[in-house]
């Protein structure tokens, strides 16, 4: 049971954490910023 604990943990705050987000209205800044990033990668940007 306690090896269960802490991965359980760990993803039960990561997805409140993206809806958190989400509900607050931060996925288009995070894909401009994802966008970016790729075409830095790239050489485009």
């Keep these: 049971m306690r090896r269960r ?3 359980l943990l ?3 705050a990561g997805t409140g954490l993206i809806a958190l987000g989400a509900g607050l209205g931060q996925t288009d800044a995070v894909m401009a910023k994802a966008i970016r990033i790729c075409l830095e990668c ?3 940007g």
Excluded: E, F, N, Y
Aim: hydrophobic share 65%.
């Design 5 to 7: 604990t802490m991965p």
């Design 10 to 12: 760990l993803l039960a």
């Design 42 to 44: 790239v050489g485009i």
